[in-house]
């Protein structure tokens, strides 16, 4: 009896339960391009990541980074300037950039791929500008790796080189290198801060003025500042 | 019996959005649908979206699943006069509350964004505990 009663409600929830299936494979049918940040292929060697600043730096800050990641585009757009101004021109640090493209962004291994390439040719850091300059544009484009190559002109690489490495995926298994370590190291959110080996525990990504404090109380051999976490990532 | 019904479509629906939001976190669907905003990547993005190893969502999937069977099952000429599966559904709800609180609270003061299918289950799971609790009351 009670069966018979609720047949209506039984088709409503049947209805709504395909509505959603149905949305919810239309959303798989909408997955990016093949690349993917499970892509594989032979891992680099070499070090792990990008540097910037001086090799003989006695702190290093290891930033693990994914160029679809909005909270690294902040930082990179907001704080990295502030960071080469202020930071690096002392001697005291060097930046370590390492590829980490989330499983759940579609379009980020693109951009760590059009970036590993400009690398190629010595042009990450103004091709990883232009990336995060410009990240809301090819994450919401059709066609994010032709956005990237016109990002990859601007940032001034030779365009077929470019190319064939993109096309190629030549420099894919660097972006890799960079990801196992980071998986290695269980990190699963972006960005997440190493200085000198030690995880940065703050909420939010660190701002200038506390990376000036702890790299001056590194640099002069004070103990580890309160906000770092014990942990030692090797960058190779 | 109603708000066993209303639980029941409440927790499909969550089931649904939890669902969704799990496929996501393991780059099994397109980009999230957010309205433009970039709140619900920086949510999904962030380090909270994982505890103890699996996605948040993923919990979702579980507590939504649980809900709707316990409301299915209440249907039932079996259960259908008992009150055991209402109370089960105020404290399944309420436990759901509980962790959709902690959820926005990180939100709010930890991550700084608001996911809109975060505001979505939240209501969801607030609503059916408000149903549950009608339903307790009646009974």
Not at chain 1, 29 to 34: E, F, K
Request: one cysteine or more.
């Amino acid at each position: 009896m009670a069966g018979k009663s609720l047949t209506p409600f039984y088709i409503g929830l049947g209805v709504l339960a395909v509505a959603g299936g149905a949305y919810i494979v239309a959303g798989t049918a909408r997955r990016g391009p093949p690349l993917t940040a499970e892509t594989t292929a032979p891992l680099a060697s070499g070090p792990r990541g990008i540097t910037l600043g001086s090799d003989s730096a006695p702190v290093e800050i290891m930033e693990f980074s994914d160029f679809e990641c909005p909270w690294c585009g902040q930082f990179a757009n907001l704080q990295m300037p502030d960071v080469r101004q202020r930071l690096l021109p002392t001697g005291k640090v060097r930046w370590r950039f390492v590829n980490f493209p989330l499983v759940i962004h579609q379009k980020s291994p693109y951009a760590h791929l059009a970036a590993a390439c400009a690398n190629e040719q010595g042009r990450f850091w103004e091709m990883h500008d232009l990336i995060y300059q410009h990240q809301e544009e090819w994450v919401s484009s059709r066609n994010p790796l032709r956005m990237l190559g016109d990002l990859a002109a601007q940032a001034g690489v030779d365009k077929a080189r470019y190319e064939s490495c993109v096309s190629e995926r030549r420099s894919w298994g660097r972006v890799l290198a960079d990801k196992a370590l980071g998986d290695s190291l269980g990190i699963n959110g972006t960005p997440t801060f190493y200085i000198n080996g030690r995880l940065w525990g703050g909420n939010q990504s660190p701002t200038v003025d506390q990376l000036i404090r702890i790299v001056d109380s590194l640099a002069a051999g004070a103990p580890a500042p309160a906000r770092t976490r014990a942990s030692a990532p090797a960058p190779h | 019996m109603r708000h066993r019904q209303i639980v029941a479509a409440l927790a499909l629906t969550g089931l649904l959005l939890s669902i969704y939001l799990t496929l996501y976190h393991y780059g099994l669907t397109g980009q999230l649908a957010c309205g433009g905003a970039a709140s619900c990547e920086k949510v999904q993005a962030s380090r909270y979206a994982v505890l103890l190893g699996l996605p948040v969502a993923g919990y979702g999937v579980g507590g939504y699943l649980v809900l709707l069977v316990v409301a299915l099952a209440g249907l039932q000429d079996r259960w259908a006069a008992s009150a055991g599966p209402t109370r089960l559904l105020v404290l399944l709800s309420a436990g759901g509350v509980a962790f959709t609180i902690y959820l926005t609270w990180l939100e709010l003061f930890r991550i700084h964004a608001i996911c809109r299918w975060c505001v979505g289950s939240a209501a969801i799971i607030v609503l059916a505990f408000v149903a549950s609790l009608a339903g307790m009351r009646r009974s």
